[in-house]
């Protein structure tokens, strides 16, 4: 994956003004610092007319590895981490009036510590790798990947534990708690709010990845458009996970197989491999034994949470890494051929032109002018 400074093109704030700060602090930190017209994104069919209540939870994320070419978003602030917590940067964006979303791409070097302000709101968490203590009730809970959903504020003090030394990616949904309740009573047609869910009895649920929703959260981390196109696919993504985690606190889990988190983790680290190696990747072989798992297994699992086979995966990277080269560097069309690992200039052409609709020299051209 792609780190988010390299998806996401948002205005910075400084990270004490934004972590665990209420939502209109931060409403305010975005109006202030956005070079962009701020316009609400339209998920949430109330409109426009109510003063936001949720507050934010602190999420950080990892620094950008490569040039980019970031999508512009024209609501949302980014605070990125004190050298002494460790390396990242969090996003938060805005969806609409009764939804929010925070992004995490982060590495600690040391446990951190997250108290979560006193808000009416249900947060929807997905965490793709890394781990988690959770203080949301009089329990604590050590969680890895998985899908866990909480209501706040709960009986007691809520807080969480970020582990160091992991690499923590996560996606968090924050609902206002009547915009959810809402949304519960639609859904089930009989009872509304949280007696309508497993949230009834407890304050927060877990559950595993199913293939589709690891696919789905893992889209927010690296979208298939940008500019207006990638607002518009960021609205309807974020609508289509939160239909599926509405089914599961309604319905139970989904039937469809959840995903080990040993499966979850294998994937991540095939990733990171793979985009290491971008210009020599590992044959599909090599990367089991490295893994250690057998190569059907891989290719299975590796379908199941990126939706694309290994080698769809590499080709995707390295053109996109290759658009950006074009765009961003003064290399010529041979050099980027061969970083990017084509033999031959001419197949890494004939690739580009099937995937973006233009040749290599025609987009640089493009963006010259």
């Not at 939804?99 to 600690?108: F, M």
């Not at 995707?316 to 031959?344: C, K, P």
């Amino acid at each position: 994956m792609r780190s988010l400074e390299a998806v996401y093109d948002l205005p910075e704030a400084p990270y004490a003004e934004v972590v665990g700060r209420e939502l209109t602090r931060i409403e305010r930190l975005i109006a202030r610092t956005s070079r962009r017209p701020a316009k609400p994104l339209a998920l949430d069919p109330r409109g426009a007319g109510e003063s936001p209540r949720a507050l934010d939870e602190f999420a950080p994320g990892m620094a950008a590895r490569a040039p980019a070419m970031p999508s512009a978003l024209r609501r949302g602030v980014r605070a990125r981490l004190p050298i002494d917590l460790g390396k990242g940067v969090w996003d938060f964006i805005r969806v609409s009036d009764a939804v929010y979303l925070s992004l995490t791409d982060a590495s600690y070097c040391d446990r951190a510590l997250v108290r979560l302000p006193f808000e009416e709101v249900v947060k929807l968490r997905f965490l793709i790798s890394g781990e988690l203590t959770l203080q949301f009730s009089d329990e604590s809970v050590v969680t890895g990947p998985g899908v866990c959903v909480s209501v706040h504020p709960g009986a007691h003090p809520n807080s969480y534990q970020i582990a160091r030394g992991t690499h923590q990616r996560m996606a968090v949904l924050h609902c206002r708690r009547d915009y959810f309740d809402e949304l519960v009573g639609q859904h089930t047609q009989r009872v509304g709010g949280l007696a309508g869910t497993a949230l009834q009895r407890r304050d927060f649920f877990f559950a595993p990845f199913t293939a589709n929703l690891s696919h789905d959260v893992s889209q927010l981390f690296e979208p298939p458009c940008s500019g207006p196109l990638g607002e518009l696919f960021l609205e309807a993504k974020c609508t289509e996970i939160l239909c599926v985690a509405l089914q599961m606190l309604t319905q139970g889990a989904p039937a469809p197989r959840a995903i080990a988190r040993v499966d979850l983790e294998r994937v991540e680290e095939a990733r990171r491999i793979l985009l290491e190696r971008l210009d020599d990747p590992p044959s599909i072989a090599e990367l089991a034994r490295t893994l250690g798992t057998n190569p059907t297994t891989l290719k299975t699992r590796f379908r199941e949470v990126t939706g694309k086979p290994i080698f769809e995966f590499v080709q995707g990277e390295r053109l996109s890494q290759a658009r950006n080269l074009l765009q961003d560097t003064d290399l010529s069309v041979t050099e980027i051929a061969f970083r990017m690992g084509y033999v031959h200039p001419g197949n890494f052409a004939t690739a580009f032109r099937r995937r973006f609709r233009v040749s290599p020299r025609a987009y640089r051209a493009g963006q010259m002018s």
